[in-house]
């Protein structure tokens, strides 16, 4: 599986984003795909997933600011993000997930560059 991310860039506090993850290697809709991002010195958290039917999920720091989407054709799942606070400056990956709790990649997944969001101003 290939992941491409991109979108990311410096923003002032409120500002917003989309990002974008073109996913070659596999098929996309069969499967359900999330957003994570880790911050310099931390562990990489999971931000929101949507599954195969399109139903999405946010962790409980973001809800209500970003949005992820997915489009089939494609082969893309999209974070948008709104009213962007210092704490979100982070890199943004996506993968494939599994949707068993706790949402998790799947095992042996391999992982893009990531796309860079910093939150300053």
């Known amino acids: 599986v290939q992941l491409v991310e991109s979108g990311g860039d410096l923003v002032q506090p409120g500002g917003s984003l989309r990002l974008s993850c073109v996913v070659s290697?596999?098929?996309?809709?069969?499967?359900?795909w999330g957003w994570f991002r880790q911050a310099p010195g931390q562990q990489r958290e999971l931000v929101a997933h949507?599954?195969?039917?399109?139903?999405?999920n946010h962790e409980d720091y973001v809800k209500g600011r970003f949005t992820i989407s997915r489009d089939n054709d494609k082969r893309t799942v999209f974070l948008q993000l709104n009213n962007l606070r210092p704490e979100d400056t982070a890199r943004y990956f996506c993968?494939?997930?599994?949707?068993?709790?706790?949402?998790?990649?799947?095992?042996?997944?391999?992982w893009g560059q990531g796309t860079h969001n910093t939150v300053w101003g």
């Open positions: 290697g596999t098929i996309f809709s069969f499967y359900s």
């Open positions: 949507i599954t195969d039917n399109g139903t999405a």
């Open positions: 993968n494939r997930v599994k949707t068993t709790a706790p949402v998790r990649p799947w095992p042996y997944t391999s």
